[in-house]
């Protein structure tokens, strides 16, 4: 059963309860005219599509994860499955070519001897997908059955509703905590699993980093795992040269838009400025590689340097500065925009100058939605990607020169992640272990970011 046919057999089924127990509660009124029902009609119709609803829900989802084991399960009991190799790699390849013929996600096979599974696939497709209607159906109607039977005058089904839709809405508000829980585990055990083959100040403390896949798991180098020349790169790319853009540029913005422009000026500016937060980042890793990266290459020999790279750290950390300015930018002009207007006026009409009440009155009250637009913009800068492979190369490099190449931890996750290693190597294990610095750094700095915020919101409230 695909899964829009299952979405749209548990919608069909919920509207038929709906209609059915609404249409039964709306004659009750009719039976007893002198008597109001304890709830409305509605309530009686979401009262039994939920009942006919999440149990059907719940039922497809194991259904679908059970169902794809006992069609291979069938598949192998069948003549053409004994018959196949021992050799589990050659065994899984016949298995998914004939799987992906029999359902349709390939017209023919690719090996000859993958042919004779195709229709045993597709029979026990076709068996399980009726199982499971059969069974969907069958649920669907008892605990329909259930709830229609309980749908009476004095049944009050507004509780039982709110409560459901209050743990619905509970599980939804949870999916982002439970999420991030969930990558914080997976990193922590691949971290340790990194950390039992690399000492960890090694690792934190190293200056030199070159990690080699086809070098023997059991003695790895320590010395090549130095991550240092990462974080630093990080850091000043992402951190310090994109911030010197972005920052003066995004609140002078800001403080352009909200104080001194028209409206019909501030109208076409903003969205204009917003646009670039928008644009994909591996445009503006070309812009950077074939514009910034050559400009600043040739003012460097101008400047009298001998073969400078067209690859650097500047060309990277200024684009990625133009790209973040929208996140510094929109943050301030709504936090200065937020600020009351008797405290500009009062300030006026003390006899400060505007300028003056930019500075000590507007900034600072609104100095919590800046902080926390600063914050965003260097989380972001700081797990940006494509610009610094296009822009910066891929070498980790030590260095304060902000014209050599230099790479990121994000760089050299994407790196070790996306070659033939195995995942047991401790080569591959140290993109988790960069992962989870990666992660500590920005969860410090939401948190350095909430403290401000707090700290300055009680300041001005």
Known sequence: MTPLLALLLVAGLGLAGWLSARAKAAGFRKQQ????PAALPSHYGWYVALWIVVPVGLFLVVWSAVAPELVLRSVLASPAGQALPNFDLQRQTLLAEARAVASGD??????PDAAGLVEPFRAALARYNWIGSLLALLIAFAAGAWAFLRVKPDFRARRPVERLVMGLL???????????????????????????????????????????PMSSADNPDPDRYGAVPLFWGTIFIGAIIAMIVAIPL???????????????????????????????????????????A????????????????????????????VMIIPFVSSMADDSI??????????????????????????????LPGIVAGVMLAVSRAIGETMIVVMAASTAANLTANPLEAMTTVTVQIV???????????????????????????????????????????????
Do not use: C
Not at 418 to 433: N, R, Y
């Open 170 to 212: 509970l599980a939804a508000s949870l999916v982002a905590i439970l999420t991030t829980l969930g990558i914080f585990g997976s990193l922590v055990f691949e971290t340790a699993r990194f950390f039992s083959m690399v000492n960890p100040l090694d690792f934190l403390f190293g200056t030199m980093w070159g990690p080699d």
């Open 337 to 366: 925009a937020a600020v009351p207007g008797s405290m500009r006026d009062g300030s006026l009409a003390l006899g400060a100058t505007q300028n003056e009440t930019i500075r000590r009155v507007l900034i600072p009250a609104a």
């Open 106 to 111: 390939a017209r023919a096979v690719f090996n």
């Open 250 to 292: 995004g609140l002078m913005s800001a403080i352009y838009l909200t104080q001194y422009a028209d409206r019909r000026l501030r109208r076409w500016v903003k969205p204009a400025l917003e646009i670039l937060a928008g644009v994909p980042t591996v445009v503006y890793g070309y812009f950077a590689a074939l514009t910034v």
């Open 33 to 36: 005219p002198g008597q109001r």
């Open 415 to 461: 790196a070790l992640l996306t070659g033939e290693g195995s995942f047991d190597h401790p080569a591959t294990l140290a993109a988790f272990a960069l992962g989870f610095v990666l992660f500590l750094v920005t969860l410090a700095l939401n948190f350095i970011a909430l403290t401000v915020v707090k700290r300055f919101r009680e300041a001005y409230e």
């Open 294 to 321: 050559p400009f600043i290459r040739d003012a460097a020999q101008m400047l009298g340097m001998n073969n400078p790279s067209s690859e650097s750290a500047l060309a990277a950390g200024l684009v990625m500065g």
